[in-house]
């Protein structure tokens, strides 16, 4: 079901409900000031006749004047057959009484306002005793008269309102339709967008509360054209990138195809091993920067140190071993713990990992790698030689490798380590040693959690 039709459902059955317990309630005020009004009447009239009994009073019992009827020419609105009145003596006679036909009880022990039934009719019967205790009145009314009144005032407001009713709601359907039209319009808008325009929606003229939806949805269409950029990109530094390789291993296994002897073979096997470790070491690489750029938010725990230095140390001791390299970490003082931090253990090692690569891969033969683990700062350095203004500028470009290098490699570990320690609120910096030789890189907290 629309909005709309369910805004108006609820219109259409709110309304009447309100209506009814409004309705309810007013005939309850009105009899209850129609009942205030037609009391004091009768009081008053209680009072009028007591006052007129005098000594002189005839003894027998008499019958007021009879009072115009309803349809005679001087009666005007006046309709008193709905009233009655008695006067009693102590001993209980009726002296007094006003029409023939209707007979107030007589009950000499009640004083004030008493509910009697009449010839099956309800009344309202008020008894007043005389100081001397010479008579007793009493003066009443038929209810009837009374909800007459009442239901003829509550009518003449309830029937406007009930022909009024259709165009109320011809009206509300209208608002209604108005109010949502600014939905309708935006519906219409993404309906007819190409699937390519990610473009933000307008929030100027919209109402204020499609504004957080209108922002929630420009976010998101933010987030997407980010994650189609980051794939685009992807895509072409794969197709890029893989080209070369791809062409160099097909070369290479036509030349251990070709082979003529066991020497000659042996080389070539030994050259496509080594582009098959090549490739496997770009698509490894490439694979962990997609990753670490997707946008999905890693789980983060307390960082155990001594894990995670583990993991990456292994991964590298081979590379180390065959280069010659000494792989040496060294830990905070006794007393101060290593750098406390909330971080993912698995991405942490992927970092560490992409430095010491980077530093055994690139540093002299023979030489040491240290990892340094301060308690606010870990640092990687090799003894290699330094690196000019212009490479440490270019360093973390993708694909990004110095001329002269004897190693292989893609020239994606420092992305994926910068990505990694934006990730963990860090900062990553390159430089030389205090010496001016070598290569040294530092991780620190950013400045916010400094």
């Avoid at 609105?77 to 002296?95: E, Y």
């Avoid at 165009?167 to 935006?186: E, H, N, T, Y």
């Amino acid at each position: 079901m629309s909005l709309q039709r369910r805004l108006l459902l609820s219109l259409l059955i709110c309304a009447p409900l309100v209506w009814g317990v409004a309705l309810y309630y007013s005939v309850r005020w009105a009899r209850t000031e129609v009942n205030e009004l037609f009391d004091a009447e009768v009081v008053r009239l209680a009072r009028q006749v007591l006052s007129t009994l005098g000594a002189g009073f005839p003894q027998g019992a008499g019958q007021l004047p009879a009072a115009p009827r309803a349809d005679a020419p001087d009666a005007g609105d006046a309709d008193v057959r709905d009233l009655a009145v008695a006067v009693w003596d102590p001993t209980g006679r009726l002296v007094l009484f006003d029409r023939e036909g209707v007979q107030l009880p007589y009950q000499p022990q009640r004083s004030g306002f008493f509910s009697e039934e009449i010839d099956g009719n309800a009344w309202r019967v008020y008894y007043l005793q005389s100081f001397d205790g010479r008579w007793l009145v009493a003066a009443g009314q038929r209810v009837f008269e009374r909800d007459e009144m009442v239901y003829g005032l509550t009518v003449s407001q309830v029937v406007p309102w009930v022909l009024v009713l259709p165009v109320l709601l011809a009206l509300m359907a209208g608002a209604v339709r108005s109010a949502l039209s600014p939905m309708a319009r935006l519906t219409q808008e993404l309906q007819e967008r190409p699937a390519g325009d990610l473009q933000p929606l307008s929030v100027d003229r919209a109402p204020a509360e499609l504004r957080p939806m209108l922002g929630a949805m420009n976010g998101l269409f933010a987030r997407i054209e980010q994650m189609l950029v980051r794939e685009r990109r992807f895509t072409a530094d794969a197709a890029h990138e893989l080209r070369t390789p791809l062409a160099v291993l097909r070369a290479q296994w036509d030349v251990v195809r070709r082979a003529s002897g066991p020497a000659e073979r042996a080389d070539a096997e030994d050259k496509l091993s080594a582009g098959l470790d090549r490739m496997g070491r770009l698509v490894t690489q490439m694979l962990a920067l997609s990753r670490v750029e997707s946008g999905t938010i890693p789980v983060f725990d307390d960082v155990n140190w001594t894990l995670v230095v583990e993991q990456a140390m292994s991964d590298c001791l081979a590379l180390a071993e065959r280069r010659g390299i000494e792989l040496a970490c060294e830990w905070p003082p006794a007393g101060l713990p290593p750098m406390p931090l909330l971080g993912n253990e698995h991405l942490l090692a992927v970092l560490l990992r992409n430095l010491l690569d980077n530093a055994v891969r690139y540093a002299p033969a023979g030489t040491a790698v240290t990892l340094r683990i301060a308690s606010n700062t870990i640092e990687v350095e090799n003894q290699g030689p330094a690196l000019t203004a212009e490479q440490l500028a270019r360093l973390g470009e993708r694909f990004y490798r110095p001329d002269g290098q004897q190693e292989g490699g893609s020239g994606l570990g420092v992305s994926i380590v910068r990505r990694i320690a934006e990730l963990h609120g860090l900062e990553f910096q390159f430089g030389p040693l205090a010496d001016g030789s070598g290569v040294r890189a530092l991780l620190r907290f950013g400045g916010a959690r400094r």
